[in-house]
């Protein structure tokens, strides 16, 4: 690396305890187009006061069901709209969950309450979500700047300086040298960028004055995630709550868990490479669709692979099924987001039946072929001459 390109990497951590946060509103004056964008998105949506923006409770409240027993009048944050939809009462200076959410794709309520066994934090709080405040579970990654003492923020959501750092410095004088700009990051510190929300994990210390924490208290980019963050153990040939035996995650939530045991991890690709989090027209915020976005770095008989004339002979699919998208078969949905609904695993491995057999992890050929067996994947797969039978096949 460079001189130059190092001062770019490095130099916007230095001098960030002069800067302060200021809040996504001021990057606007300057950067309005993406400011817009960003606006639209998830990420600058996670939690709506249902009292400004009405429109944010998916489900009529008004219908009967044995599990709703709230009312609008009770919510005071809203979260989530794409999978499912969770609900938050205010009781002093702190939120917690109600006991139902709404499935947004089957148009159902289930239970909501975290069980015991699962996530490590459950038995440092009380079998009650009245006793599970999100100022220690939730609000570090669902806000910017979240103060631990205080239970303020700068703002809620996601907002600019989730991402870039405190900005009054670059507010008032922007250059390259005071803001965080992750594409101007190693790969290492511009993954972390994500996955300081997007992981399962605990914080190095903890508890901290006194609490328990279930996120990475006291990191801002520009800071080694590491000294503040440590990734949900993986003990391999063991399925746990978290992982499956062979790695992969089994929730929501563990791409960054995921997404550090991968090739592309390896090779120095970064989750901005496929996704914008300033927003976009394609799914997931990608920067382009799915196969187009893969096929940039991978083609047909390229140094990265696949082997194959054709992207057709590399799938054994044909041109415009789902078993032609790369993430059918790499990126297999498999991490349980709610009930049967299951979002891609991050890992981008092909997972072979046998593994299926042997460690209880789905494969993507009966994820996608539902109504076939196992063994029947293994014997299709032994006729695709062009992968290794003891790899793939086996």
Same mark, same amino acid.
């Given at each position: 690396?460079? %001189?130059?390109?190092?001062?770019?990497?490095?130099?916007?951590?230095?001098?960030?305890?002069?800067?302060?946060?200021?809040?996504?509103?001021?990057?606007?004056?300057?950067?309005?187009?993406?400011?817009?964008? /960003?606006?639209?998105?998830?990420?600058?949506?996670?939690?709506?006061?249902?009292?400004?923006?009405?429109?944010?409770?998916?489900?009529?409240?008004?219908?009967?069901?044995?599990?709703?027993?709230? &009312?609008?009048?009770?919510?005071?944050?809203?979260?989530?709209?794409? /999978?499912?939809?969770?609900?938050?009462? &205010? %009781?002093?200076?702190?939120?917690?969950?109600?006991?139902?959410?709404?499935?947004?794709?089957? %148009?159902?309520?289930?239970?909501?309450?975290?069980?015991?066994?699962?996530?490590?934090?459950?038995?440092?709080?009380?079998?009650?979500?009245?006793?599970?405040?999100?100022?220690?579970?939730?609000?570090?990654?669902?806000?910017?700047?979240?103060?631990?003492?205080?239970?303020?923020?700068?703002?809620?959501?996601?907002?600019?300086?989730?991402?870039?750092?405190?900005?009054?410095?670059? @507010?008032?004088?922007?250059?390259?040298?005071?803001?965080?700009?992750?594409?101007?990051?190693?790969?290492?510190?511009?993954?972390?960028?994500?996955?300081?929300?997007?992981?399962?994990?605990? #914080?190095?210390?903890?508890?901290?004055?006194?609490?328990?924490?279930?996120?990475?208290?006291?990191?801002?980019?520009? &800071?080694?995630?590491?000294?503040?963050?440590?990734?949900?153990?993986?003990?391999?040939?063991?399925?746990?709550?978290?992982?499956?035996?062979?790695?992969?995650?089994?929730?929501?939530?563990?791409?960054?868990?995921?997404?550090?045991?991968?090739?592309?991890?390896?090779?120095?690709?970064?989750?901005?490479?496929?996704?914008?989090?300033?927003?976009?027209?394609?799914?997931?915020?990608?920067?382009?669709?799915?196969?187009?976005? *893969?096929?940039?770095?991978?083609?047909?008989?390229?140094?990265?692979?696949?082997?194959?004339?054709?992207?057709?002979?590399?799938?054994?699919?044909?041109?415009?099924?789902?078993?032609?998208?790369?993430?059918?078969?790499?990126? #297999?949905?498999?991490?349980?987001?709610? @009930?049967?609904?299951?979002?891609?695993?991050?890992?981008? &491995?092909?997972?072979?039946?046998?593994?299926?057999?042997?460690?209880?992890? #789905?494969?993507? *050929?009966?994820?996608?072929?539902?109504?076939?067996?196992?063994?029947?994947?293994?014997?299709?797969?032994?006729?695709?001459?062009?992968?290794?039978?003891?790899?793939?096949?086996?």
């Amino acid at each position: 690396m460079n %001189r130059a390109l190092q001062t770019l990497v490095f130099l916007p951590a230095i001098g960030f305890s002069q800067s302060q946060y200021v809040g996504s509103n001021t990057c606007k004056t300057c950067h309005p187009a993406t400011w817009e964008r /960003w606006s639209k998105t998830r990420m600058a949506n996670v939690v709506r006061d249902p009292k400004v923006h009405p429109d944010a409770i998916t489900p009529d409240l008004s219908q009967p069901d044995p599990l709703l027993n709230f &009312k609008a009048a009770d919510i005071a944050w809203v979260y989530g709209s794409k /999978w499912k939809q969770r609900y938050f009462t &205010k %009781r002093g200076d702190d939120y917690y969950p109600l006991g139902a959410q709404w499935d947004v794709g089957k %148009r159902i309520w289930r239970p909501y309450k975290v069980a015991a066994n699962t996530d490590w934090w459950v038995r440092h709080f009380p079998d009650d979500n009245m006793g599970r405040p999100t100022s220690q579970l939730c609000d570090g990654c669902h806000s910017v700047n979240f103060n631990i003492q205080t239970k303020q923020v700068t703002e809620w959501n996601v907002g600019c300086e989730k991402c870039h750092g405190p900005g009054s410095q670059h @507010a008032a004088k922007p250059a390259q040298t005071n803001i965080v700009n992750p594409a101007r990051l190693d790969h290492v510190q511009a993954n972390n960028v994500c996955i300081q929300c997007h992981s399962e994990g605990r #914080p190095v210390t903890n508890p901290i004055n006194g609490k328990y924490w279930a996120w990475p208290v006291g990191f801002d980019v520009g &800071k080694r995630l590491e000294d503040y963050w440590k990734l949900e153990e993986f003990k391999p040939g063991e399925q746990s709550f978290h992982h499956f035996a062979e790695g992969s995650g089994r929730k929501n939530r563990m791409q960054g868990n995921d997404y550090v045991q991968s090739a592309m991890y390896t090779h120095g690709v970064a989750c901005h490479h496929c996704h914008d989090a300033h927003g976009s027209a394609n799914n997931a915020d990608l920067i382009k669709p799915a196969n187009s976005l *893969c096929l940039q770095c991978h083609g047909p008989n390229s140094p990265n692979g696949p082997r194959g004339a054709s992207i057709e002979a590399h799938t054994h699919h044909q041109r415009g099924s789902a078993g032609n998208e790369c993430t059918g078969c790499h990126m #297999p949905k498999i991490a349980q987001q709610i @009930a049967d609904v299951n979002v891609r695993s991050h890992t981008f &491995k092909f997972i072979p039946p046998s593994e299926t057999e042997s460690l209880k992890v #789905p494969n993507g *050929c009966t994820t996608c072929h539902t109504d076939k067996s196992t063994e029947w994947a293994r014997q299709e797969l032994r006729k695709w001459t062009n992968f290794s039978p003891w790899r793939v096949g086996k």
